[in-house]
């Protein structure tokens, strides 16, 4: 397995700025996309990886910042189909329409996947691979990932048509494995777009992947995300 603490050296990361919004410490994460709108670093997920397999882009991109002790994302996305059959946690969500975030601390063994349906289930765990030593989060842990879907929380079947969402999510630096109190420069991560289980399946990266098939679950191509 390739170290995870190490990224491919003859290939250029991105890197983008987590600002500190001073405004997210006390505010309900419905108001926090306001915020995020307002003065977080934007960015797209738009990198198609595998090309010829998977041509299918849906625009989708995120903005970002921290409050004192979390991350906030807010995810916006416009494409075809759209599904949500899974409304409990820990469920395979990426089969959904999904956005996902991996990030790990600077030299740590294990990331950490935090992977959302657009209803805002979660799928979360910290782990060394895909299925290598995978410890997903209790249900108190998956309860301080808060979320704010634009779509509510009822799950559906597939939809055909044309659709725009938005998701918004705050993850404690805790989960994440960092301390709120002794931040560090930057962590290593990347986004993600995918549908596994959909007519219009996709996978979309950040950062890019290079791989011959799908896989998100590969911290040697992360990028760099600064603290601000």
């Not at 983008?16 to 306001?34: R, S």
């Not at 986004?191 to 799908?214: E, Q, R, V």
Request: charged share 25%.
């Amino acid at each position: 397995m390739v170290n995870i603490a190490l990224k491919l050296k003859d290939e250029k990361m991105k890197s983008l700025t987590v600002k500190y919004l001073p405004e997210l410490n006390d505010i309900h994460i419905a108001a926090a996309a306001n915020f995020l709108d307002e003065s977080g670093h934007r960015d797209m997920i738009e990198t198609l990886n595998w090309p010829n397999e998977y041509p299918y882009r849906p625009i989708s991109y995120f903005n970002i910042a921290r409050s004192t002790d979390s991350i906030f994302i807010k995810y916006s996305v416009q494409g075809s189909m759209l599904r949500a059959i899974y409304s409990n946690d820990q469920d395979p969500v990426h089969e959904d329409s999904c956005v996902e975030f991996f990030c790990m601390p600077v030299g740590a063994e294990k990331y950490t996947n935090f992977e959302f349906n657009c209803i805002g289930t979660c799928s979360a765990a910290s782990r060394k691979g895909r299925s290598e030593e995978v410890m997903p989060f209790s249900v108190e842990e998956m309860l301080t990932i808060k979320r704010f879907p634009s779509m509510g929380r009822r799950a559906f079947n597939e939809m055909e048509g044309m659709f725009e969402w938005e998701l918004t999510v705050q993850i404690p630096f805790k989960l994440i494995g960092i301390d709120s109190n002794n931040l560090p420069e930057k962590i290593p991560g990347n986004f993600y777009k995918c549908a596994d289980g959909t007519d219009s399946m996709h996978f979309l990266s950040w950062n890019p992947i290079k791989t011959d098939k799908p896989d998100f679950h590969r911290p040697e191509f992360f990028g760099d995300l600064i603290f601000d």
